[in-house]
């Protein structure tokens, strides 16, 4: 029937609807339509809304009520970016304020001289919450204080127990899985051993053995250190040194058997780069530079610092011992000045790098003996005559320079360089390298032009030219026979 019909009296008005389900006329304003059914709609579709919310929200707020706040807070990928960014400067492995390193996780947790950093699930005791949060924070130092939310995700990842979630990568280099090159590597550094029938090359995270002669690949050493800056064979050619490390993160020297190609033993040092690493005479000791500044003396093969000398200002790329004494030089320098009153008993060993300095130091104590030279050019190579107390240095200004180990003259206010025996020709750039041959009688330096020039050391008369290197020349080495 029609709209006039005689059921349309029955059905209540939109108004007392509305009133019994708690919605007064106001929410129909605007509305239209026969009986105002199109009000009803939106009011019934609203309810739906309503109920749609409150049964979503349910789980979180049931969640808020347990004290939850979402997923748990990762130290991973939300703590230790703020580390990175507003403390790392400051807590590092050679800037270590107050004794805290907060370059890892494992750091982090140890503390510092306040003691542990955080205590798991408490972080109303952790130190870490004394000093960044509060009115008046303490750290970072000099700096604006973090800001509350970051605060609030440290006191949240300590509440949920300080976890560790930083993930496992598998290494995809290591023993038995040597690195593929797609392209030419650099080579930082090569050595023969003491009988020329092993050349000793540094690539990436290995070492490649070749037999002396040109015939082939002999083996390849594969270790942890993705730069080997430095190789040296003992006196008696039974064990490799390999130094080395990953800048700003670690410094290692591994001693390998060149024979049986096994790793005799590991150890880390610092936390960047070791070089110039030189065995003892009697092999049982190695001394290294490092771009901490530093220069040590480890045992061999256990890698156990034995010396540590901190003199140096800048970066020490190259160390070499003093050769072992005799008769003829102890009576030689026999009441001399400024010098040890004995040359013998007590091996030297001589450092230098950036700050242009060649120390001389004691080996037993690294006590400091003398800077030998006067301050001129920061040095990349110091390389020992096979024979004398004499050692030729280079570096950027292209000048090899020979001198004298230890003092026979005075010093004076005019620092006058009384050591220097001989400074030879310029090169055409910065010197990288240089290597004695076996009798000391030539040498031969490597430069950053990618040029190699061969001299006599007695006169420095230029032997030959060697050219065609595509970029700089990081490494030379005689043969045992001095024909390569």
Not at 34 to 42: A, F, K, T, Y
């Given at each position: 029937?029609?709209?006039?019909?005689?059921?349309?009296?029955?059905?209540?008005?939109?108004?007392?609807?509305?009133?019994?389900?708690?919605?007064?006329?106001?929410?129909?304003?605007?509305?239209?339509?026969?009986?105002?059914?199109?009000?009803?709609?939106?009011?019934?579709?609203?309810?739906?809304?309503?109920?749609?919310?409150?049964?979503?929200?349910?789980?979180?707020?049931?969640?808020?009520?347990?004290?939850?706040?979402?997923?748990?807070?990762?130290?991973?990928?939300?703590?230790?970016?703020?580390?990175?960014?507003?403390?790392?400067?400051?807590?590092?492995?050679?800037?270590?304020?107050?004794?805290?390193?907060?370059?890892?996780?494992?750091?982090?947790?140890?503390?510092?001289?306040?003691?542990?950093?955080?205590?798991?699930?408490?972080?109303?005791?952790?130190?870490?919450?004394?000093?960044?949060?509060?009115?008046?924070?303490?750290?970072?130092?000099?700096?604006?204080?973090?800001?509350?939310?970051?605060?609030?995700?440290?006191?949240?990842?300590?509440?949920?127990?300080?976890?560790?979630?930083?993930?496992?990568?598998?290494?995809?280099?290591?023993?038995?899985?040597?690195?593929?090159?797609?392209?030419?590597?650099?080579?930082?550094?090569?050595?023969?051993?003491?009988?020329?029938?092993?050349?000793?090359?540094?690539?990436?995270?290995?070492?490649?053995?070749?037999?002396?002669?040109?015939?082939?690949?002999?083996?390849?050493?594969?270790?942890?250190?993705?730069?080997?800056?430095?190789?040296?064979?003992?006196?008696?050619?039974?064990?490799?040194?390999?130094?080395?490390?990953?800048?700003?993160?670690?410094?290692?020297?591994?001693?390998?058997?060149?024979?049986?190609?096994r790793l005799l033993g590991s150890a880390e040092l610092s936390y960047d780069v070791l070089y110039g690493?030189?065995?003892?005479?009697?092999?049982?000791?190695?001394?290294?530079?490092?771009?901490?500044?530093?220069?040590?003396?480890?045992?061999?093969?256990?890698?156990?610092?034995?010396?540590?000398?901190?003199?140096?200002?800048?970066?020490?790329?190259?160390?070499?011992?003093?050769?072992?004494?005799?008769?003829?030089?102890?009576?030689?320098?026999?009441?001399?000045?400024?010098?040890?009153?004995?040359?013998?008993?007590?091996?030297?060993?001589?450092?230098?790098?950036?700050?242009?300095?060649?120390?001389?130091?004691?080996?037993?104590?690294?006590?400091?003996?003398?800077?030998?030279?006067?301050?001129?050019?920061?040095?990349?190579?110091?390389?020992?005559?096979?024979?004398?107390?004499?050692?030729?240095?280079?570096?950027?200004?292209?000048?090899?320079?020979?001198?004298?180990?230890?003092?026979?003259?005075?010093?004076?206010?005019?620092?006058?360089?009384?050591?220097?025996?001989?400074?030879?020709?310029?090169?055409?750039?910065?010197?990288?390298?240089?290597?004695?041959?076996?009798?000391?009688?030539?040498?031969?330096?490597?430069?950053?032009?990618?040029?190699?020039?061969?001299?006599?050391?007695?006169?420095?008369?230029?032997?030959?030219?060697?050219?065609?290197?595509?970029?700089?020349?990081?490494?030379?080495?005689?043969?045992?026979?001095?024909?390569?």
């Amino acid at each position: 029937m029609g709209p006039a019909g005689p059921h349309r009296h029955r059905q209540p008005a939109p108004g007392r609807r509305l009133r019994r389900a708690g919605v007064s006329h106001a929410g129909l304003e605007g509305v239209d339509g026969p009986g105002g059914r199109r009000g009803v709609s939106r009011v019934r579709v609203s309810g739906a809304v309503w109920a749609l919310v409150v049964w979503t929200a349910g789980p979180a707020l049931a969640a808020a009520g347990r004290g939850q706040a979402g997923p748990p807070v990762s130290f991973h990928r939300q703590i230790r970016p703020i580390l990175q960014r507003k403390c790392q400067g400051c807590h590092q492995p050679v800037s270590q304020g107050g004794k805290l390193i907060l370059t890892s996780y494992e750091a982090f947790r140890a503390g510092g001289a306040a003691g542990p950093a955080f205590k798991p699930g408490k972080p109303d005791e952790s130190v870490v919450m004394r000093l960044i949060a509060g009115p008046n924070p303490s750290m970072p130092k000099n700096q604006p204080a973090l800001p509350r939310a970051e605060v609030e995700l440290f006191r949240r990842w300590i509440l949920e127990g300080a976890r560790d979630d930083t993930p496992t990568v598998r290494d995809p280099i290591g023993p038995g899985r040597p690195p593929a090159y797609t392209r030419p590597p650099v080579i930082p550094a090569v050595a023969w051993s003491p009988d020329g029938s092993l050349l000793a090359v540094a690539g990436y995270r290995e070492v490649l053995l070749h037999r002396g002669d040109g015939s082939g690949l002999v083996g390849r050493l594969v270790g942890r250190s993705p730069r080997i800056e430095s190789l040296a064979f003992s006196p008696d050619g039974k064990v490799l040194a390999a130094a080395g490390g990953a800048p700003a993160r670690f410094g290692e020297i591994q001693f390998w058997d060149p024979v049986g190609m096994r790793l005799l033993g590991s150890a880390e040092l610092s936390y960047d780069v070791l070089y110039g690493a030189s065995f003892s005479p009697d092999g049982r000791q190695l001394a290294l530079g490092a771009a901490d500044n530093s220069v040590r003396i480890v045992s061999v093969p256990e890698g156990k610092v034995l010396v540590k000398f901190d003199n140096h200002s800048d970066w020490v790329f190259a160390t070499c011992w003093t050769v072992p004494a005799t008769a003829q030089t102890l009576a030689s320098t026999a009441g001399t000045t400024n010098r040890p009153p004995v040359h013998d008993a007590r091996p030297h060993i001589l450092s230098t790098g950036r700050d242009r300095a060649i120390k001389l130091i004691v080996a037993e104590d690294g006590s400091f003996v003398d800077d030998i030279n006067t301050h001129t050019s920061p040095y990349r190579t110091l390389v020992r005559h096979p024979t004398r107390d004499e050692v030729l240095v280079a570096g950027d200004d292209g000048v090899p320079r020979l001198y004298q180990i230890f003092r026979t003259k005075p010093r004076t206010m005019n620092q006058e360089d009384h050591n220097l025996l001989r400074a030879y020709e310029r090169q055409p750039g910065a010197v990288c390298c240089a290597a004695f041959s076996p009798d000391g009688a030539r040498f031969a330096v490597g430069t950053d032009t990618g040029e190699i020039r061969l001299y006599q050391t007695e006169d420095g008369r230029r032997i030959a030219s060697l050219g065609g290197a595509a970029g700089a020349v990081f490494a030379l080495a005689f043969r045992a026979d001095g024909q390569q």
